[in-house]
């Protein structure tokens, strides 16, 4: 066991505790940024003016009219620019831009004394545009052939032997849907400037230190000017890993040239219009399997919808066909994948960042090739697990792959599946209208930045000359409980209560150079950051101690607040005497902790290595009851098993799962994003651009009956007190309400039914899908054996 | 005149503020920043907070309510309570205490708003009267009550555990004890400023009056679809006539001939005041929009916007409903069937205010409502449909069908209706007549479904519709 994943006795990780933040949560007594502007005086509200074209030149901007608009502050425009005029790294985000690329895209912002005086700012602003061609549906990018960033190629094995060597082989196209983020506060920052002209942003981001490097060469200051903190965010899900920077960007250019506090807060229509979403994919594959169920060969092109930047598209990518594999063994393989460029909202991180797409690809062709196969979807799924001699295809071991097989046969066992196969047998015979299924869909999702300069972090730990102990790191509190998770660790790594400890909001002048909160590593890098500052200090305290112990500093243990030796016996002494005693003996206090995660390599061009420190497993049970008059449906029962290591904090991991699982339903079935793609005056305009039309998962979605379980016994030795990564993986465990639905939806036709499933699977989508099924119930059994003949299984 | 709002026991005035601003906002601005905007529309929840308003069940009910849609004046005179209210950090409020220690908050943004929507369920006077099944917990609790409310990080299971472990109040507890005495009673408001006007009159003739004069008036009952326009489309009525608490507006009697429902009473009050004894819509007010918008919407607002995807007239046309419109002119009844015109269109005159709806007794006897939406809790309709149908001796003698979603207004499925009239009540008529629903109306394409699905959705409906009867007919049998 290495000393890093190993635990202490009376450790305070592993306690089930409620958030951090919970008391503050309920009261609303927490402050979030947009709850500071009635803090702050003087504060300016910024409006943008947003184009109203899917792609267009801006041939005219007359800001005068604006300024008649009584309360119209500042306009601010790209001449108002003194550094770098882009809000990314790529340089290809202009922040305020010469041509409109999406409809929506904000080409500059209006400051007034209030909200409504820079509203009507706006709205007095005269644009000029010439409209220009525009590109809105993937389709249209790919046939136009307008890419952007660097494809990919990932190939391992020979595909073509493989194919042509299989027993069956299928085609296929899936285009599938992106997501929007809806976290419920909205992108926010609230910048100020002191009187050495020091820029101060609060700011709702995951990314604290890229929105501060961003202000500086928007401002063309040094970063040392400019200082970032995040108090919490009333949720992120990656969302607000690159997308806030040029918000906050805005407000700090606005606050340097007016010496007023500048709050930009983005509405929920602006919001939806303005920032990017999970990136809807196309695909195209082939598959070829073997006569006992083995998916042997898999050829596949991804493609990307990127939006109008390329933000962080290379990287979703690259994990979407790290991920496309899934959990399933698949001994040739070869994928290409690229980015398309369209005229839409840039589409960015969002939990899962990629994988999901990938994996989306394999658990839709299993899905529909199950049936023609002759298999159980359930059993073809298992047969293809990985196990553990194998490697995936850019060549990482999957280490621990046996898990996947505890994970699935706990589910069985604890799920009931054989009884609740043959009740659902019972139920379908006997209801023409209705339809039951119970699906089974595993993950395995690498954990660590595919980049594997991010895989660091730094903490900054003070122990107080009273004892108290305040705790800073890198990482953001979007609510996923990381704040909750530092102060167990601090608290088990010093050996002290957990109320003797505080932990400070994330700023860039506390710890710097940080890292995304993102790719689920915020427990693992920051933790491990925490612990070892905390050990230093540790270290620095036994020798204070072990003097009046009388033992060697070796001996000396650090528990629940007491100083002392290895056995029960030994002499005692508080840890405020120990840290009172160390002050006076001129011993440092504080300390900086750093992490970087080792034995990670990966050729970004070759798509070869070990990019991820170790794999999160989880498997899950859906199962879903659809109406045949209207293709609605209901969540009945969900089980999950998933892998976290031995849980740094349960209470927080099972509301992880929980809440990433109904995240996942969501995008897979209820949420539906649709641009106007026509040739009308809209086009390009988002539809459902506000919460009364882009529909989120509520209270209605809630599985019936929901069980989650940790796996048992699951120390993970690399990572800090054995504990694994939790954010995203349960998101893809909702793959299995989107496969229950595709076989209730089935359970309409004939048996051995393959249903095409349009991915959201809203209610519309399913009753065509059984609709589908029923009119394959009517053909006749020449139809029948057609319809298992591998050339009918293209196109959706 | 006194123009304050008692918020968490404090008087706080609302002199000088702009006409347009909503509860929310003031409530920001005067520093309650526990409520939260997460959407502008009463989509989310997050900026819920609770109003004294009248109890059916108690003299005062807590009632929960959207700020974000609320003009702020529309609030004078009344009592409100914020999460901040409920409780603090060091003493936190039940509902609080069991939201925090089972994981109901995450990021935390929603919770304010849940916790006051859990608080009006909390103190719902009948609360533990029900049954317990999937959407109600063994305390009584109504999931229906947080089905305004979204929570994008826990997938909400907590929340229901936090919910359905919730006890009676205490005996001390003061917010209970509130319910004993009567709510403020209606103030007289008239607020001004920068070119803008929001009165509430104190009765129905004043109202009238004004109406007369300047029928541009916006006349506001619960704000929920004004709120909208305000705050998406920057809509700023020069002039706002709030009706809501007008008794006039407010009366409620049930049969012989007739059930008499005032325009302003809201959707929650309706169903209460009814209890089940008009069956179709004792179907349709949990599909309509959630809880917190059922307390502040009213049928006369959902009648007086006219959207063709409304909920109500599709099942009041079912009903045969009539809609009573008040002016200065007198009074006059109008047929639902006859009161769309045009898309948004009405016969109701500018200066003319809906007094009250009438739905004729007795009902007929099979009735049901039809919703088809993305979402079960909380969604905009695809297509609605309500059902009254009389079968007598195994024949239809009347078929009434009301259909939302699919044409620019309501309207009713003549031809069905046609299809079944007369006919034996058999499969085979069914499958004929619901081949003529799917043809009704002129259906389009848009995000919330195609025009062909919507199509289908008409001709599935009346199936569905003849299948549960038989079903019904089975158990019965």
Redesign the interface.
Known sequence: MSSLSERPQQAVVGLPL??E????????????T??LV??TRDVLHAWPVQSPHAHARITALRVDPAYDVPGVVRVLTGADVPGVNDAGVKHDEPLFPAEAMFHGHAICWVLGETL?AA?LGA?AVKADYEPLPSLVGVREAIAAGNYQGTGRHLEHGDVDAALSGAAHVFHGEFEFAGQE?????THVALAQVDEAGQIFVQSSTQHPSETQEIVAHVLGVASHAVTVQCL??????GGKEMQPHGFAAIAALGATLTGRPVRLRL???QDLTMSGKRHGFHSQWRAGFDNDGHLVALEATLTADGGWSLDLSEPVLARAMCHIDNAYWIPNLRVDGRIAKTNKTSQTAFRGFGGPQGMLVVEDLLGRCAPLLGYDAMELRRRNLYQPHHATPYGQPVRHADRLETCWSEVRRTGEIERRQAAIERFNASHP?AKRAVAMTPVKFGISFNLTAFNQAGALVHVYKDGSVLINHGGTE????LHTKMLQVAATTLGVPLERVRLAPTRTDKVPNTSATAASSGADLNGAAIKNACEQIRARLAPVAAGPLGISPHDVRFVNGRVTGLYAGDDRLSWEDVVHTAYHQRVQLWAAGFYRTEGLHWDAAAMRGEPFKYFAYGVAAAEVEVDG??G?Y?LRRVDIVQDVGDSLSP??D??QI??????GAGWLT?E?L?WDESDGPNRGRL??Q????Y????????P?V?NVRLLEKAHEDGAVYGSKAVGEPPLMLAFSVREALRQAAAAFGPAGTSVDLPSPA???AV??ALEQARSAGQLNELDLHGLRSPARLSGV | MSTTIKVNGADLAIDGV?VHTTALDWL??????????????G??G?CSILVARPGIDSPTEWTAVNACLLPVASLDGQEVV???G????NA?HP???E??????????????GF?CSMAAEYYRPTRGAGACD?EHGPNGFD?HA??G????????????DAAYALRDPEADDALAARRTAPPPPPATTRLAGAGAEFLRPAALDDVLEVLADRPEARIVAGSTDAG?EV??R?VRAPLVVAVDRLAELREFSFGPDEVRIGAALTLSEIERLLAGRVPLLAQMFPQFASRLIRNGATIGGNLGTASPIGDTPPALLALDASVVLVSRRGERVVALADYFTGYRQTLKAPDELIRSVLVPLPLAPLTAFHK?????????S?VAVGYGIDVVDGYVRQARIGLGGVAATPLRARATEEALTGKPWTECTVREAAAVMAAEGTPMD?????AS?RS??LG??L??FF?QHLEIEEVSA
């Open positions: 409620p958030h933040g919970a008391a503050l949560h309920v009261t609303g007594e927490a402050l979030y947009d709850d009635g803090r409504e509203r709205a983020h809806f976290y419920l506060e919490r965010m009333g949720g992120a899900f509405n929920r229509t209208h979007m609510g996923q409980g008059f209207t609605a209901q209470l927080i099972v509301g929980e809440g990433g699982f109904v995240q209820l539906d649709r539809a459902t506000a919460a009364s039309t529909k989120l998962p509520s209270f209605s979605e809630m019936e929901f809203t209610p519309e009753y065509w | 702009p920001r601005d005067r520093g309650l920043t526990g409520a939260k905007e997460g959407c502008a529309e989509e989310c997050a914020t999460a901040e409920l409780g603090s950090s936190l509902v609080q205490q939201l925090a220690v089972r994981g109901g908050s995450q990021c935390g943004f929603c919770t304010p916790v999937h999931l947080l089905s409310n979204l929570c994008r990080c826990t997938g909400y299971r907590p929340i229901q909208v705050n998406l920057g088809i939406a993305k979402r079960r809790f909380d969604d905009i695809s848009d995000h919330r479904a195609s699905y289908a959705m599935q409906s199936l569905r299948a």
